[in-house]
């Protein structure tokens, strides 16, 4: 059973819009999130990430949102830019360790 | 500075071999993690070090699979008699410190085909 999921496999959008990408999780001991974009080849790369003591986290034209009585986050891209095209992935990690990853959305941002 | 390294970047092995792979973590991170990533899947985790100690192996498959981290820096992740099914990428972080709600900053993974 995914404990972190990531419901559309891909999105596209057009540069200088605002990219949503949605993240939705059922383990309540979740207390933090990440989200990470991977290009092709190379290894995931952090992006940005939240407290579950927070509802927003803003980091340039990254910000994430958290929505726990939901149990669901989102990450807004804006503007977006075709550099931005990438494979994103939510991540959501406990008191320990480990990290919990769904299984990607593909964003094309088109010139 | 250097990020998380991991070597060889691509290995293709035949049935019932041996492999090793290898992780350079950031210089200076307490712990270290390894994950197997399928294709169109995330990463799930196999394994944590704390140091030289491996606090956690309940990811790991089976007992073919073992791992090491003898002087607290670079860490070997060993599968033995490897199985098509062991086909996957193999992706290694690290972090700073230990705990929860730590960076974990991943190197570019080696990709495992056993034939």
């Known amino acids: 059973d995914q404990q972190v999921k990531q419901n559309s496999p891909s999105l596209s959008v057009q540069e200088g819009r605002i990219s949503i990408l949605n993240c939705d999780y059922t383990n309540s001991m979740f207390d933090y999130f990440l989200w990470y974009k991977k290009y092709p080849a190379e290894g995931p790369t952090f992006l940005i990430s939240i407290s579950s003591i927070k509802d927003k986290n803003e980091d340039g034209r990254f910000t994430v949102f958290l929505n726990k009585s939901a149990k669901h986050l989102s990450l807004h891209i804006v503007p977006s830019q075709p550099g931005d095209s990438a494979v994103y992935f939510c991540a959501a990690g406990g008191s320990n360790y480990k990290l919990t990853f769904g299984k990607g959305t593909l964003l094309t941002v088109n010139p | 500075g250097a990020g998380v390294s991991q070597s060889p970047r691509y290995k293709v092995t035949k049935r019932g071999q041996d492999v090793a792979l290898r992780c350079d973590p950031i210089s200076g991170h307490v712990s270290l993690y390894w994950y197997r990533q399928a294709l169109g899947q995330g990463p799930e985790f196999l394994t944590y070090f704390n140091y030289e100690a491996q606090q956690d192996k309940s990811g790991l498959p089976n007992d073919r699979f073992s791992a090491e981290r003898p002087e607290g820096s670079i860490s070997t992740l060993t599968i033995q008699r490897t199985e098509q099914r062991d086909s996957a990428m193999y992706r290694c972080?690290?972090?700073?410190?230990?705990?929860?709600?730590?960076?974990?900053?991943f190197g570019p993974g080696t990709r495992l085909l056993v034939l």
């Open positions: 972080a690290s972090s700073l410190f230990s705990g929860g709600q730590e960076t974990q900053y």
